[in-house]
């Protein structure tokens, strides 16, 4: 069974997902990862990143992997906490655009995710890497809500810096932001953790049932 779990940035995705995946036992996919790491690999190079496809060409000769910890690694290094830092977090949107960069993510995207059970996490999961998942979810929250969630993972940076980058991350990534029709919204902003975990956990035994 594939469970998608798309959403803007901050609206509680990876939480969520890592929960779900450990309670039901199920593997965890983070796609944001692949594109952060790559972004990581790019910049690391000093590849120019509007080169569409020189970035294509990185992003298959250098796949990202995960290893048994879920610990993120490209061309021999782990990136797991580097992947996460600001610049990284500015610059991804970029790398992200680009339609022959999003072919070849896709596609392993769609590799890692067949082999069994899954929740794979994104913007597009639902919609296009993988639309025949038996349960889509997509969370949302309020953008100052999000923009303090942020806050509690990037200690380094102000909150007018921060609601800045979420802005022009909600506004680049819109585009592959659509939920698919099938999906089911569900909003973060008042919930605990473990209840959105409930909901979710609720959807794939009803779907495990029919
Ligand atoms: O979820 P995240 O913040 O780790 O995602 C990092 C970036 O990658 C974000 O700008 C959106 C992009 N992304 C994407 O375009 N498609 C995905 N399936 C996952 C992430």
Do not use: C
Request: glycine letters at 6%.
């Amino acid at each position: 069974m594939i469970v998608a779990i798309d959403g803007p940035a901050g609206a509680g995705k990876s939480t969520v997902a890592r929960a779900l995946a450990e309670r039901l036992g199920f593997r965890y996919l983070d796609t944001g990862a692949m594109y952060r790491a790559l972004t990581w690999l790019a910049m690391r190079e000093g590849t120019d990143l509007g080169n569409e496809t020189a970035l294509a060409t990185i992003a298959r000769s250098e796949p990202v992997t995960f290893d048994a910890n879920d610990r993120v690694w490209i061309a021999g290094t782990d990136v797991t906490a580097s992947i996460r830092k600001t610049d990284i977090d500015r610059m991804v949107p970029v790398v992200a655009r680009h339609p022959a960069v999003r072919e070849v993510m896709r596609e392993r995207q769609r590799q890692l995710g067949r082999e069994g059970d899954v929740v794979i996490e994104g913007r597009d999961i639902g919609t296009v890497v993988a639309p025949e998942a038996e349960v889509k979810v997509y969370l949302v929250a309020d953008r100052d809500e999000r923009a303090k969630r942020r806050m509690a993972d990037r200690p380094g940076i102000g909150a007018d810096a921060l609601a800045t980058d979420l802005k022009f991350r909600d506004e680049s990534d819109a585009e592959r932001m659509q939920p698919a029709e099938d999906a089911i919204e569900i909003d973060t902003t008042h919930l605990q953790v473990d209840d959105v975990v409930d909901r979710i956990e609720a959807l794939v035994h009803e779907r495990t049932a029919v």
